[in-house]
Every structure is written in C-alpha cells, then in structure tokens.
C-alpha cells in the first residue's frame, strides 16, 4: 500500500513538472506574466523569456512577431531558457525612427542579450530573422554558440528570390504606400521596403561565422535553394538541410520534423565531414 502511494504521488509530481514547462500559446507575444520592454538603442523592445538552462533566442521574419513560433516554443520549453523578442519596428516593440537595417536589428539582438547577462547563446531565425541570425554571427561572433537560419537570402534580386516573391514585395510596398500615415503604416511600410535594397552581404563575409551553422529551405522556397545552397558552403561550419516539398514556411508546415532535427543539431557535437567519412 505504501510502495502505491508514492507512486501516485510521484506521477503527480511528474505531470505538474510537466504542465510547468508548457507555455500557454494563447498569451505568446502578449503574456503580461512575462512580458517585458528594454530600452535597447533608441527603441523599446517587447521581448518574453521562458525557463531555464541554456539560452535559445528565437528571432522571427518580417513583419512578424514572437507568435510566429507557437509551433516550436513547447518543444524546447524544458530544454532550454526561450528568449523571444519582437524585432525593432514590429510586433509590440515601440520604434519611432525614420530607418531600418539588418544590421541595425543584428546589433539590437546583441544588446537584449547584453541586458539580459547572456554572454553566449543558441539562436534561431526564420526568414528577415534568418538573415539577423546570420548577421548576429558575423558582427557578434562570441555571441552565438550556434545558429540556425531557415529562409534566409544574403541579397535582395531574383538570383537569390523567387522572381514571384520580388514582385509581391514591391506589390506589397507599392499598396501600404498609399495607406493613411500612422505609426502602424509607417513602420509597415519601413519593414517591407527594407527587402526591396537589402540585405546585402557577400558571400565571402560569411566566412566570418566561426560557430557550427545549419542552413535550412524548402526546395520549393521564397528563397531559392541554389542560394540557399551558396550560404551553407559559405560557412565554414554548416550543415545543408533542403526540406523537401516545402515552402517557405518550414517550421510550420514541418514543425515535427524541423523541432527534431533542430534539438539533434543543438543537442551534439558538429562532425566535420572529409576524407574517408564522406563515404559513411
């Protein structure tokens, strides 16, 4: 009777470990729990942090926010610490400057960190927060222990988008253009023009990135695998993963698999592949 006793009571104690690491998805981006600003560089940045344990910032794409990763958060709740931002001019951070770059949403990630004590952390980006976590590596190197970047492009034409995905964009631009000034236009207006002259990084910048990288696309992506392709062999450390049947949005459409083999690259050691092993 005692020996069935504490097993109840451990399988208690087990399910309310486990309802703790789950994180409502319901309030994601809007937990006001959690929820908190930082004066990061003349902007406020809205940002929630989850858990505990080994850093993971999540950085998401363009006019998006910390929801776009309502399909990854309660897989590595538990795992490792969430750092989920909402970038500079979109979700609920408050920006009210007339110019936008990737380089300046780069340096505003390294500065969250710096607030936040996080000499080192994992990183995840999808899309424009591909290209930050790209950028975030390069200008910032001890930052990111590991990166992963699904989505990304490193220049803004048709040889590295869908010449489709160019059009839309400026489709895009040219109707928010015509929208009533307000804050909520300008800055949408800010973020989706910025995709028509940028990003704008050479290939042999990449090199720069010293830590173990896995490039993620779809094979039939926004971004064209080939140049996907390009930004893998650019990276002295990197594995190439081409999802097949997929589009943009890999880690939704995919999320089961993008969650695995995510945690598997973060999770071990990067094995350099040469000589006799590429036969293995």
């Known amino acids: 009777m005692k020996a069935l006793i504490l097993l109840l009571v451990a399988v208690v104690f087990v399910k309310q470990a486990t309802s703790q690491t789950k994180i409502d998805l319901e309030k994601l981006g809007q937990n006001s729990e959690v929820g908190k600003y930082a004066n990061i560089r003349g902007f406020k940045m809205y940002y929630e942090v989850y858990g505990s344990g080994e850093p993971l910032l999540f950085i998401h794409g363009n006019g998006g926010s910390i929801r776009a990763f309502k399909q990854q958060v309660n897989f590595f709740a538990g795992k490792y610490k969430l750092i989920l931002a909402d970038s500079r001019a979109q979700g609920k951070s408050v920006d009210t400057s007339d110019s936008l770059t990737y380089e300046m949403m780069a340096d505003d990630f390294n500065e969250l960190l710096n607030q936040l004590k996080i000499d080192s952390c994992n990183v995840i980006g999808w899309s424009d927060g591909g290209i930050n976590a790209l ?65 704008n990084i050479a290939l042999r910048d990449l ?33 190439l993963w081409i999802v097949p049947n997929s589009g943009h949005a890999t880690l939704v459409r995919y999320k089961n698999d993008f969650n695995k083999v995510v945690l598997d690259f973060l999770a071990k050691p990067f094995r350099k592949i040469q000589g006799n092993d590429m036969y293995r």
């Open 135 to 199: 950028l975030l590596a390069m200008r910032h190197p001890k930052k990111v222990k590991k990166l992963v970047s699904t989505g990304a492009n490193l220049w803004p034409d048709s040889t590295a988008l869908d010449p489709y995905v160019f059009k839309d964009i400026l489709s895009m631009y040219n109707r928010v253009s015509t929208e009533p000034a307000t804050a909520a236009s300008v800055n949408k207006k800010k973020t989706i023009g910025m995709m028509l002259h940028e990003p």
């Open 207 to 239: 090199s720069k990135i010293s830590c173990p990288s896995l490039i993620i696309g779809g094979d039939h992506e926004a971004i064209l695998p080939l140049h996907t392709l390009l930004i893998a062999q650019s990276i002295p450390k990197s594995y």
